[in-house]
Structure formats: C-alpha cells, structure tokens
C-alpha cells in the first residue's frame, strides 16, 4: 500500500523537474512556519514563486489533484506566502502563487503534470 507521504514526496519531486525545465529557480523545498507548509519556493523571470503541488494515484477516486486544492488551502497560501517574504526582509518584491497537478501511475511514475501559473492572486 502506498502512503500519502510517498505520493507526496514524488509528486514534489515531478513538480521540481518540471519547472526546472520551464527555467524556473528551485529555492527551498518544503519551508515551514508557525501557519503551516509552502511546497516549493522559486524564482522565475526576477518575481518570487510560490508553488503548491498536489499529486493523486491512478483515478483519484474520480477527483483530479486540482480538486484538491480548495479555496481554504489558495487563502493560506497567500498567508504563508506574505509571511515568508516578511521573515526575509523582501516584503517589495513581486510573487505569485502557482499549482502544480500531478497525475501518478500506481507505480508512482509520472501520468500527466499541469502547471497553473499565478492561480491565486497576490
């Protein structure tokens, strides 16, 4: 039986080879703080980029990973996201939020991947 967390780790790791194709900057991977997780913090074309991934195996139950990613989770997001960039001190720089879908074969290879860019409004 596959666990939530390997689904995840894989997705993420899908996630991060595919904006690296795209020339986006992978910052950190997971960063934590007192309201919860971001993903993936990048860089592309000089604007910070915040990037939540969701990763579902086979059908999902008939749901998509981008069912997931509910307007809860896209307000957080933009919490997480300002507090980040107040704990570096980069309060004036330009962000976005992005989401990255990623369809997984029960065998956690790669299905299908969908990027969203700026989903959520900054």
Do not use: W
């Amino acid at each position: 039986m596959i666990h939530r967390k390997e689904i995840g780790a894989r997705g993420e790791k899908e996630a991060e080879k595919f904006l690296k194709r795209l020339s986006y900057k992978i910052i950190e991977r997971n960063a934590r703080n007192r309201l919860g997780e971001i993903d993936l913090v990048c860089t592309y074309k000089k604007r910070a980029v915040f990037v939540e991934v969701k990763a579902l195996v086979g059908k999902g139950e008939g749901f998509t990973p981008e069912d997931h990613f509910s307007f809860t989770k896209q307000k957080k997001l933009q919490l997480l996201a300002r507090a980040y960039l107040n704990n570096k001190n980069k309060t004036d720089i330009d962000y976005q939020i992005d989401l990255v879908a990623v369809d997984l074969n029960e065998d956690l290879t790669l299905n299908d991947i969908r990027h969203y860019p700026a989903v959520v409004g900054a």
